[in-house]
């Protein structure tokens, strides 16, 4: 997430009242976070592709950095 596709959703939460520019904008915020995205993970990528043939554990730690998902507890707390 980059400051310039903040600002843009700031444009966009800005402009909810109307519909045809609203639509626009989040097609733009939509299209420039896919491609930020993907940037980001082809550099990944290319780190990883790197590490395979310098260290091979920093290469697994990258892997499973990129791949993993944060995920929340399932467990509900208990309130006493």
Known sequence: MTQ???E???????????????KQLD???????KLTKQKWLEKQ?????RAHF??????????KEVSTRNKKSQTPKVIV
């Open 4 to 6: 310039e596709i903040l």
């Open 8 to 22: 843009m959703m700031d444009t966009r939460r800005a402009n909810k009242n109307n519909p045809e520019i609203y």
């Open 27 to 33: 097609k733009e915020v939509k299209d420039k976070y």
């Open 45 to 49: 990528c290319q780190d990883i592709e």
């Open 54 to 63: 310098l260290d091979p554990i920093e290469m697994y730690k990258r892997v």
